[in-house]
């Protein structure tokens, strides 16, 4: 079957491993008119090893807007284009979006080609939920706002998939292990699919600690998944009536409260909503039991 004219096709292609690349992929690589690619350089690597000679189009984050207007043109004239990123699924955290937008406003055919995904990788062998999860893609470089995001996440009931640099990652774990509590759940995935992957899943402080025990291991590309926070609404059970209450004894409502938290890995508001209830109710404590008025 032959590709359609006037369509952009949007194809996924390897992430390392190049027997990854689908059948279909090389097809429309070989038939297209031409192919926009994010680094032309890359992607000309990728199609001399499969012996393809389509003309490429460079097409990144600092040209896109301008290219747009060109390729809308090619694509009215019935050529058909390809667009691709340096690996994986194109748009993911990497150029396209302005272009495919603007193509869907004008009505013109957009066709994607499925395949290989760092982030659908990480997840299917990641062994937390997948039945629910969002995408962070990558946190913001300075300190401040990258602990800041990881702040509003905290709470985030949904398994959390990010990427990362290499000279980012220690740091990277370190904030996550701050913002959602060095017990999280988590993995780490490098290099997948390349000659020197490894996929490592421990708790977050686990990982800051098998991460520093070896420098190769801080090389490369990384995908790291969080599991989410303890799902809400389950604050008032037997359990943590009880370790309320004896924390009630001791500490302030607040101070109980952030303790509770911390221990159960719940929202401070429900159980917070808990301690209030309990206040309401007298609390037995048998250390202080009145037996009577002393004679």
Same mark, same amino acid.
């Given at each position: 079957m032959t590709i359609e004219p006037g369509a952009l096709y949007v194809v996924a292609t390897p992430i390392?491993?190049?027997?990854? $690349?689908?059948?279909?992929?090389?097809?429309? %690589?070989?038939? =297209?008119?031409?192919? @926009?690619?994010?680094? *032309?350089?890359?992607?000309?690597?990728?199609?001399?090893?499969?012996?393809?000679?389509?003309p490429l189009l460079s097409l990144h984050e600092h040209n896109e807007?301008?290219?747009?207007?060109?390729?809308?043109?090619?694509?009215?004239?019935?050529?058909?284009?390809?667009?691709?990123?340096?690996?994986?699924?194109p748009l993911i955290s990497d150029p396209g979006f302005p272009l495919v937008r603007e193509l869907r406003r004008q009505g013109l055919?957009? $066709?994607?080609?499925?395949?290989?995904?760092? %982030?659908?990788? =990480?997840?299917?062998? @990641?062994?937390?939920? *997948?039945?629910?999860?969002?995408?962070?893609?990558f946190l913001p470089a300075r300190a401040a706002a990258r602990r800041e995001r990881l702040q509003s996440l905290a709470r985030e009931e949904r398994t959390l998939v990010f990427f990362e640099a290499s000279h980012r990652i220690a740091e990277m774990l370190a904030d996550l292990a701050a913002a959602f509590g060095g017990?999280?759940?988590?993995?780490?995935?490098?290099?997948?699919?390349?000659?020197?992957?490894?996929?490592?899943?421990a708790s977050l402080s686990q990982l800051q600690v098998w991460l520093a025990a070896d420098p190769h291991r801080q090389k490369?590309?990384?995908?790291?998944?969080?599991?989410?926070?303890?799902?809400?609404?389950?604050?008032?059970?037997?359990?943590?009536?009880?370790?309320?209450?004896?924390?009630?004894?001791?500490l302030p409502?607040?101070?109980?409260?952030?303790?509770?938290?911390?221990?159960?890995g719940l929202h401070k508001k429900p159980l917070y909503e808990l301690a209030l209830a309990l206040g309401k109710?007298?609390?037995?404590?048998?250390?202080?039991?009145?037996?009577?008025?002393?004679?």
């Open positions: 390392g491993n190049l027997e990854d $690349i689908s059948a279909r992929a090389l097809r429309v %690589l070989r038939e =297209a008119d031409g192919i @926009a690619a994010e680094d *032309t350089r890359h992607t000309g690597q990728l199609l001399r090893h499969f012996g393809i000679e389509t807007r301008d290219r747009i207007e060109h390729i809308i043109a090619r694509l009215r004239e019935g050529r058909s284009l390809a667009l691709v990123s340096d690996a994986g699924t055919k957009i $066709i994607p080609v499925p395949g290989p995904s760092s %982030l659908l990788a =990480a997840l299917s062998v @990641a062994g937390l939920p *997948t039945d629910r999860f969002a995408f962070e893609g017990e999280r759940p988590a993995v780490v995935a490098r290099e997948l699919t390349k000659r020197f992957e490894e996929i490592h899943a490369g590309e990384f995908v790291v998944v969080t599991q989410g926070a303890a799902a809400t609404g389950t604050a008032d059970t037997p359990e943590n009536r009880r370790l309320l209450a004896a924390l009630l004894v001791e409502t607040s101070r109980a409260v952030a303790v509770a938290a911390k221990l159960t109710q007298p609390v037995s404590d048998p250390g202080n039991a009145d037996h009577g008025s002393p004679a």
